[in-house]
């Protein structure tokens, strides 16, 4: 999905939304309640702003649920790269939803960091985090970047596996600030 629209770029500006997006491009179809208990956050919440979402095309009905009384949801459209999002020539517009994502990522590992010594001995052991500064060209950070999402998309399929836990993943292929 390709977004250029400002005003349905800026329905993005919430945290919960970022979330919802991931997660129903996960385990689509999903309700408001189902979102909640994976999230940790209220069905009311999420519901609304699943409203939200639907109102600017993000995600669409899919349907009642299994009990039939609750309404599912999933990703309107579903393209390879998900989305993505074109500010057009607003780049005050552009660096604000970049740095939702970034805060809404960074206040998420913060907070994995503060209850880390909460969870199990195998998943501390399985996850962390990687950094490194590398000399690239253009051409390679965006091999980089490209190497990553196919690397993401292959675990995509294990989405129904009964023993699996939700994992959030953030990478960032971003240079320095070297002048040229």
């Not at 690397?151 to 070297?178: C, I, N």
Request: aromatic letters at 4%.
């Amino acid at each position: 999905m390709h977004v250029t629209d400002p005003q349905a770029i800026r329905a993005l500006a919430h945290p919960l939304r970022l979330d919802l997006l991931g997660l129903l491009g996960t385990i689509s179809p999903a309700t408001a309640a189902q979102c909640g208990r994976i999230l940790g956050v209220p069905q009311a919440n999420c519901s609304f702003h699943l409203r939200q979402l639907a109102k600017y095309g993000y995600v669409e009905d899919a349907g009642p649920g299994e009990d039939r009384r609750e309404r599912q949801w999933r990703i309107a459209v579903k393209t390879p790269d998900r989305l993505r999002i074109d500010p057009g020539s607003d780049r005050l517009l552009g660096q604000q939803i970049a740095n939702v994502v970034v805060d809404h990522e960074m206040a998420a590992i913060r907070a994995y960091v503060d209850r880390e010594q909460d969870e199990s001995p195998e998943w501390r052991d399985g996850l962390g985090m990687a950094t490194a500064v590398l000399k690239l060209t253009a051409e390679q950070a965006a091999d980089l970047a490209t190497k990553w999402r196919t690397l993401l998309a292959s675990y995509e399929t294990d989405a129904d596996k009964p023993d699996g836990r939700h994992v959030r993943v953030f990478v960032s292929v971003t240079p320095l600030g070297e002048a040229q």
